[in-house]
């Protein structure tokens, strides 16, 4: 059993900072790629950055230059440092990883919210 755990969400005026983590534990056999997906109220969940087994990433434009994707595999974590945080990206980010046998797996989520 695959299980993932976020961390790291809370309250912050825009232009503020988070880091939000993922631990990562269970059986599985090859990561393929991980990512962070956002829901903001009333919308559906969007990948804001992914990163995959070989370390290339990719990020929504939206998130492009502020927002950085890392990964530890000594520690099984998958971080996502969020700078310069606007209003928009408030909402709730969820963790995500996919392994080679095609399953995909979520944590529960973790909220962030932007206001001043």
């Known amino acids: 059993q695959v299980r993932l755990v976020e961390s790291g969400g809370g309250s912050v005026q825009p232009e503020g900072s988070l880091r939000l983590a993922c631990v990562y534990s269970?059986?599985?056999?090859?990561?393929?790629?991980m990512g962070w997906h956002h829901q903001a109220p009333g919308k559906q969940r969007e990948l804001v950055a992914g990163i995959s087994g070989d370390g290339s990433t990719n990020y929504a434009v939206s998130v492009k230059g502020r927002f950085t994707i890392s990964r530890d595999n000594a520690k099984n974590t998958l971080y996502l440092q969020m700078d310069r945080l606007k209003v928009e990206d408030t909402g709730v980010y969820y963790c995500?990883?996919?392994?080679?046998?095609?399953?995909?797996?979520w944590g529960q989520g973790t909220q962030v919210t932007v206001s001043s």
């Open positions: 269970g059986s599985f056999r090859t990561i393929v790629s």
């Open positions: 995500n990883l996919v392994t080679s046998s095609l399953y995909s797996y």
